[in-house]
């Protein structure tokens, strides 16, 4: 039954869910590459007999994505076309027992801290003088860079802690080394990363030490972009905006998921912060930090959550004009705090309220962008598409955020590439421009 030629000692990773995901595996296959397997990234040829899945297990959506996955390749496994199987990752971590019983084709199934252990299962050694290498799944120009592990916030809704155990900050000099090795092999834009940015350090002395880890990071040559990710509003070291201010290669742009806007839906969430003092604080951002661009995301149908509390949201959202917004649904996830509470408001309320607000936010992005037509911004190239070269600016982040097209057919731009482009039109979420010549 065996259908092709399996690669002995070749290992296809297959990472889902977020950027810290794509960060382990990338930590992991630098890891395999060192002790001599042939590795690739969610390769086409299929050819590897040993397939590893780093899964997600976050919310209903994710889970469902992984367990599909985790099934098709078992199906090849079945069929002769993997050898091993492997699983890591938050579902593993979270589901280990029952995911053994019902998917035995699995060889073994790891947590989110088992790096080690899946190496020795495969014969092979966790080489420590790797520390900050990384075998990027990016294009090169960019890397996401995990600071911390784990999360000690008690947020009401969410299962990370669950999944990635206390906050663990990266020691400084490790971090520092990762980004000079990342700078050596061309890299330009560190997307710093960790379930929440802003705590960096309170594990280890009791300080928070972003703004600090910022100057180390921004003193490393060849970084040019330093964009920060994931911060959590409540406590938030104001320091990192003079950090911000005092360095040309940090991004003028912060995500800083806010999840609500009635304090009713902030307490029950156990967010740590009211109404008032949010809007205080972006209010204080946007002062300190004059063109900043405001990244966040936001929750609809959390249990409790009344028709009166959508609508204040919603009119939240037109009145604070965020640049980049996102919206979850609720998803009710075992044994955290929420799953307490009556999931009372009904799946396609949940639906119609997330698209509601990003039917505001789609305007709001529409508007934002005219004001940026005739003038000049500088991009970063990340890949030709179709017709266009496509980049962003600082103001960006890959993936998530808006992008600027260049035409192919009147221009050359070369991926990786810092080009300063005239915007000459914009729509919702895409700028078009030409080279500044
Ligand atoms: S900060 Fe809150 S939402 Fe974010 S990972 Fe931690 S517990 Fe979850």
């Known amino acids: 039954m065996k259908t092709k030629t399996l690669r002995k000692n070749k290992v296809n990773v297959i990472t889902l ?41 976050f919310i209903d959506n994710a889970k469902e994505e992984s367990i599909n996955t985790i ?4 199906r090849e496994k079945e069929m002769g076309n993997v050898h091993k199987l492997y699983v890591t990752g938050c579902l593993s971590e979270r589901y280990k027992p029952e995911l ?3 998917i035995p084709e699995v ?25 900050g290498e990384r075998l990027l799944t990016t294009p090169a120009h960019y890397a996401y860079f995990k600071i911390s592990e784990g999360c000690d916030r008690p947020c009401s809704f969410c299962a990370i802690p669950l999944m990635r155990g206390k906050h663990t900050s990266t020691p400084v000099n490790e971090l520092v080394e990762g980004a000079k090795k990342l700078a050596a092999q061309g890299t330009k834009e560190l997307i710093l990363i960790a379930q929440d940015l802003t705590y960096y350090g ?23 972009w330093i964009r920060l990710q994931y911060a959590f509003p409540s406590g938030f070291p104001m320091e990192i905006l003079d950090v911000m201010n005092e360095r040309k290669n940090i991004c003028k742009y912060l995500d800083m998921p806010l999840q609500h806007a009635t304090t009713k839906m902030l307490t029950a969430m156990r967010r740590g912060i009211t109404r008032e003092k949010t809007d205080a604080l972006i209010q204080q951002i946007r002062e300190k930090v004059p063109g900043i661009a405001l990244r966040t995301t936001l929750i609809t149908g959390f249990p409790g959550e009344t028709k009166e509390d959508f609508e204040e949201m919603k009119s939240w959202v037109e009145a ?10 609720y998803s009710h996830e075992e044994n955290t705090h ?19 607000i990003m039917e505001i936010q789609s305007q709001i992005s529409f508007e934002l962008n005219q004001q940026k037509v005739g003038k000049t911004y500088r991009i970063l190239v990340d890949r030709v598409e179709g017709d266009y070269f496509v980049g962003r600016t600082e103001f960006d982040s890959p993936e998530v955020d808006n992008e600027v097209l260049v035409s192919k057919k009147k221009h050359f731009l070369r991926i990786g590439d810092m080009v300063d482009i005239k915007i000459e039109q914009a729509e919702h979420y895409d700028l078009f421009g030409s080279p500044v010549e």
């Open 17 to 57: 869910g977020c950027a810290k995901n794509i960060f382990d595996s990338e930590v992991m296959m630098a890891q395999l590459k060192a002790n001599q397997f042939e590795v690739e990234h969610e390769s086409e040829k299929e050819d590897a007999e040993i397939v590893i899945i780093n899964t997600c297990g």
């Open 202 to 224: 309170l594990d280890v002395s009791k300080k928070r030490e972003l703004p600090d880890l910022l100057r180390r990071l921004s003193d490393v040559d060849g970084i040019e």
């Open 107 to 131: 060889d073994a199934f790891f947590g989110t801290r088992d790096l080690p252990r899946l190496l020795k299962t495969l014969k092979a050694d966790y080489k420590h003088e790797l520390v």
């Open 338 to 356: 929420a799953y307490g509470l009556k999931d009372d408001v009904p799946a396609r309320t949940k639906k119609k309220r997330a698209d509601e």
């Open 320 to 329: 604070t004009r965020f640049d980049r917004l996102g919206v979850f649904q």
């Open 71 to 74: 099934l098709n390749w078992a």
């Open 100 to 102: 053994e019983k019902d």
